[in-house]
């Protein structure tokens, strides 16, 4: 098993898109949240966005919402996040995590800081 590796990463203008890739031979067992999170210089990781990889609900921190979509490759287990309007703001280590997911009225993804990280994530750098 190969573990997630982040990829896509790099120096983009305000307004800008990127696309992150978080790939792995198979996931971890037990997992079905992929969840994308960032740290910027001085501030605590943060979730940005999350995907259960079984029934494909996606879940978005405020901040990203309209901006950036995940999405999943079944045939090549990647899961993407593709940032579009990038703001100065944005500017973090981006990193992919993976955990069981939450239950209560059905599974789902939270974006809280409790997912295991695997790679070294890829640096996201938007000037204004």
């Known amino acids: 098993q190969v573990l997630p590796v982040e990829s896509g990463g790099g120096s983009v203008q305000g307004g800008g898109s990127l696309t992150l890739s978080c790939a792995t031979s198979?996931?971890?067992?037990?997992?079905?949240?992929i969840g994308w999170f960032r740290q910027a210089p001085g501030k605590e990781r943060e979730g940005v966005a999350a995907?259960?990889?079984?029934?494909?609900?996606?879940f978005y921190a405020d901040s990203v919402k309209g901006r950036f979509t995940i999405s999943q490759d079944f045939a090549n287990n990647t899961v993407y996040l593709q940032m579009n309007s990038l703001k100065p703001e944005d500017t973090a280590m981006y990193s992919c995590?993976?955990?069981?997911?939450?239950?209560?009225?059905?599974?789902?993804?939270?974006?809280?800081?409790?997912?295991?990280?695997w790679g070294q994530g890829t640096q996201v750098t938007v000037s204004s």
């Open positions: 995590g993976t955990r069981p997911p939450a239950s209560g009225v059905g599974e789902w993804c939270p974006l809280r800081n409790t997912y295991i990280f």
């Open positions: 995907l259960h990889i079984s029934n494909g609900h996606t």
């Open positions: 198979r996931f971890p067992s037990n997992t079905k949240c």
